[in-house]
């Protein structure tokens, strides 16, 4: 099967002042196209680190001493910034942890997602693309067409991570990161997420790479899991 994440015994630390700190070492991992691959450790263990490598996102102060991070068959860690800012939204994708601070509190959901589709040319302006923007909310479970007019504040928290789950969707990416994005969900709402994020893998042959410190979620989606 094709091995939309590849990642090849990487070594990575962070530097400050006159000292360096290893966060990854060695690691080795294939995520292949429709797997959910499952990332659990504890807190400040790297797991994040490592998912927003994926993404191509780098601390100035961090260094790759040795290996690589391909995506799609191209090596994110290698290409220049504006050719990363392409590459996320089309080809990978975040779901954040969380929604509230990652919406903005003064736009339109609809019209936040008419931004991500404008940037990658996938409409030319909110108004043509409204219909497509539904369509979208539609796919994550959102059927009310007034969704497109509502603002972050007034949705409930697993409205807007469902809003967040369709802007990730949004330009039909190869692969979404996960970042723990049920975590703070009632127990309910997080099982109805995670149904959703399974069933979606499934219509579409979406890879995922969920990272979170709940195994007990991990042992409802994953197809593999590392620790």
């Known amino acids: 099967m094709n091995k939309v994440v590849k990642i090849s015994n990487l070594d990575f630390s962070y530097q400050h002042h006159n ?20 990332l ?25 001493h ?14 220049p910034d504006k050719e990363k800012n392409k590459f996320r939204g089309k080809i990978i994708s975040l779901v954040p942890q969380n929604p509230t ?13 008419s931004e991500i589709l404008i940037q990658h040319n996938q409409i030319e302006n909110y108004q043509s693309g409204k219909n497509q923007i539904k369509k979208l909310f539609k796919s994550v479970g ?11 504040h007034q949705l409930s928290g697993g409205q807007q991570q469902r809003v967040c789950i369709a802007m990730a969707l949004a330009c039909n990416p190869k ?5 723990e994005p049920t ?7 997080q099982r109805q997420i995670i149904s959703l994020l399974d069933n979606l893998r499934k219509e579409t042959k979406l890879s995922m790479l969920y990272v979170t410190h709940d ?11 590392a620790v």
């Open 142 to 152: 959102l059927i009310d067409d007034n969704i497109v007019k509502k603002y972050p």
């Open 19 to 38: 000292t360096s700190t290893q966060v990854l070492h060695k690691i080795n991992l294939e995520i292949e196209e429709g797997e959910t691959f499952g």
């Open 66 to 79: 040795n290996g690589k991070v391909e995506i799609n068959g191209t090596n994110i860690t290698n290409i």
């Open 40 to 64: 659990v450790g504890e807190s400040g263990c790297g797991k994040s680190t490592l998912a927003y490598l994926c993404l191509g996102y780098q601390d100035p102060l961090s260094i790759i």
């Open 183 to 189: 975590t703070g969900l009632d127990v309910t709402t």
């Open 215 to 225: 195994m007990s979620v991990l042992a409802q989606i994953a197809d593999k899991i």
């Open 175 to 179: 692969v979404i990161i996960l970042d």
């Open 101 to 113: 601070t990652s919406l903005s509190p003064h736009m339109q959901v609809g019209m936040q997602i």
